[in-house]
């Protein structure tokens, strides 16, 4: 039972222009998101969060916006580097499962010059 | 300020063997927490650590899984009788909120393969 969904295994974008993520969830009771960035032989990275109440959160290039009636949320990167090139994964969790993270099944990105 | 660390980074082992996993959070971090990542899959937790006490092993398969945190710092993870599923790296976390999905910083991991 995959509640948090990665549809695409990958993704190539060519620099500078946008790259845009996409995570679907099935439980909604989710009241939190993240997405954490991933290179090779390294453990994740926490990257962005969005909390349930918001619709949208912006860090710099990173932007991560969430459509709670459709379960949908999305990481906009603009414009993407070469430094980009990673495995993004999308989680979630809900306040009442004390902070227990689900994790995707990843999106891995190339940006191509 | 020094990262989660893991070892080994490596190991192979034959079905049936056993192996341990070794964890050292970031200092101050009272939450620890063991995912399973299989190639191709995202991280699965397997057990979830409040300081010494459990706050979630659910996903653990304690037939064959263990783990401990002594004295709520460093935590082992155990396989014993390991099968051929159980090939995966073995990511560790820790966080400094409580109750709350906050930031996970995780180590690099430790890639078990059983043949």
């Known amino acids: 039972d995959q509640q948090v969904k990665q549809n695409s295994p990958s993704l190539s974008v060519q620099e500078g222009r946008i790259s845009i993520l996409n995570c679907d969830y099935t439980n909604s009771m989710f009241d939190y998101f993240l997405w954490y960035k991933k290179y090779p032989a390294e453990g994740p990275t926490f990257l962005i969060s969005?909390?349930?109440?918001?619709d949208k959160n912006e860090d710099g290039r990173f932007t991560v916006f969430l459509n709670k009636s459709a379960k949908h949320l999305s990481l906009h990167i603009v414009p993407s580097q070469p430094g980009d090139s990673a495995v993004y994964f999308c989680a979630a969790s809900a306040h009442s499962s004390a902070s227990k993270i689900i994790f995707g099944s990843g999106t891995r990105l190339s940006i191509r010059p | 300020e020094a990262g989660v660390a893991q070892s080994p980074r490596y190991k192979i082992i034959e079905k049936r063997q056993s192996v341990a996993f070794w964890c050292n959070p970031i200092?101050?971090?009272?939450?620890l927490y063991w995912y399973q990542q299989i190639l191709g899959q995202g991280p699965k937790l397997l057990i979830q650590f409040q300081n010494n006490g459990v706050v979630d092993d659910s996903q653990l398969p304690k037939d064959r899984f263990s783990a401990e945190r002594l004295k709520g710092v460093d935590s082992t993870l155990k396989i014993q009788p390991a099968k051929l599923e159980d090939s995966a790296v073995y990511l560790c976390?820790?966080?400094?909120?409580?109750?709350?999905?906050?930031?996970?910083?995780f180590g690099e991991g430790s890639r078990l393969t059983v043949l």
């Open positions: 200092s101050g971090h009272a939450t």
């Open positions: 976390a820790s966080s400094f909120n409580r109750g709350r999905a906050g930031e996970l910083f």
């Open positions: 969005i909390s349930s109440i918001k």
